[in-house]
């Protein structure tokens, strides 16, 4: 079974209006990044570059794994915490 299955049979609640994750400076990612491995590393696929070089972050599916908060430790450009109660991810098998 690919991963991409198994994430499907997680719920997600989105707390809408108050994301539990930001990118504080997005001009730092596309001018000072050289890597963007936040858009090769979250497994939940949440980062994404567009064809102008600009980060994308989209919360919706966030696995709150804490990878970004790690592959950005460099510039520490993520605002990370946890989702308020009774958001974020509910994992089906535990």
């Not at 696929?45 to 567009?50: L, V």
């Amino acid at each position: 079974m690919k991963v991409e299955n198994k994430l499907f049979q997680n719920r997600y609640k989105v707390d809408t209006g108050h994301p539990h994750i930001s990118i504080k400076d997005p001009n730092l990612c596309q001018n000072d990044c050289q890597t963007l491995a936040c858009t090769v590393c979250c497994p939940a696929g949440c980062y994404t570059e567009e064809g102008n070089g600009k980060i994308v972050l989209i919360t919706d599916g966030c696995l709150e794994c804490g990878t970004c908060r790690i592959i950005c430790s460099e510039f520490r450009n993520v605002d990370w915490e946890y989702p308020r109660g009774g958001y974020g991810i509910l994992f089906k098998f535990g």
